[in-house]
T-cell receptor
Framework: QQPVQSPQAVILREGEDAVINCSSSKALYSVHWYRQKHGEAPVFLMILLKGGEQKGHEKISASFNEKKQQSSLYLTASQLSYSGTYFCGTEVETSYDKVIFGPGTSLSVIP | GAVVSQHPSRVICKSGTSVKIECRSLDFQATTMFWYRQFPKQSLMLMATSNEGSKATYEQGVEKDKFLINHASLTLSTLTVTSAHPEDSSFYIC?????????????FGPGTRLTVL
């Protein structure tokens, strides 16, 4: 039931773009994206609801394709502060409120 | 944004003792709180869902007698790790939502680092 994330890890130079993917084997109601810095709690980025909408602003956005049960997080013109582990959390249609997190994608932005 | 606090932030205890972790929503009423456990370099694993005034719902594989959860009020949930052992050492994180819908954001507490000697 845990969603799959790819890539597992990515290293970027400042200013480069990245895409993190999240997919589920179950029909989804929503996808949540969080970023976690080492030793800290996850910080909410955004929620995407069933409907295929794209959300976000400026340099961090995400899309949700409910038919494919996939979501992607787009980071453009990355900054050093973007470094961390990105988790997607999925909420399946049969289990509202319960968010199951993927294994995470480690993102390192270097100067 | 909403604030969730956890106490203590770090705890070291001897094997066999019990440890209580508190999770509080400071500026909103949390009808539902979640408890997660995170081992180093791994994802957050949902342990249980806690609804105010009712028994917690535990995930498969989580021992309810070992991880006691109480959600006595709309702003406080507690997790008690009973008879802790070294393998219980982990980062425990709670989160809270203010409603019961899928549109509600989960606000995470800062986490509690438990080390069992």
């Amino acid at each position: 039931q845990q969603p799959v994330q790819s890539p597992q890890a990515v290293i970027l130079r400042e200013g480069e773009d990245a895409v993190i993917n999240c997919s589920s084997s179950k029909a989804l109601y929503s996808v949540h994206w969080y970023r976690q810095k080492h030793g800290e709690a996850p910080v909410f980025l955004m929620i995407l609801l069933k409907g295929g909408e794209q959300k976000g602003h400026e340099k961090i956005s995400a899309s949700f394709n409910e038919k494919k049960q996939q979501s992607s997080l787009y980071l453009t013109a990355s900054q050093l502060s973007y470094s961390g582990t990105y988790f997607c959390g999925t909420e399946v249609e049969t289990s509202y409120d319960k968010v199951i997190f993927g294994p995470g994608t480690s993102l390192s932005v270097i100067p | 944004g909403a604030v969730v606090s956890q106490h203590p932030s770090r705890v070291i205890c001897k094997s066999g003792t019990s440890v209580k972790i508190e999770c509080r929503s400071l500026d909103f009423q949390a009808t539902t709180m979640f408890w997660y456990r995170q081992f180093p370099k791994q994802s957050l694993m949902l342990m249980a869902t806690s609804n105010e005034g009712s028994k917690a719902t535990y995930e498969q594989g989580v021992e309810k007698d070992k991880f006691l959860i109480n959600h006595a009020s709309l702003t406080l949930s507690t997790l008690t790790v009973t008879s802790a052992h070294p393998e219980d050492s982990s980062f425990y994180i709670c989160s809270a939502i203010s409603g019961r819908g899928a549109t509600d954001t989960q606000y995470f507490g800062p986490g509690t680092r438990l080390t069992v000697l």
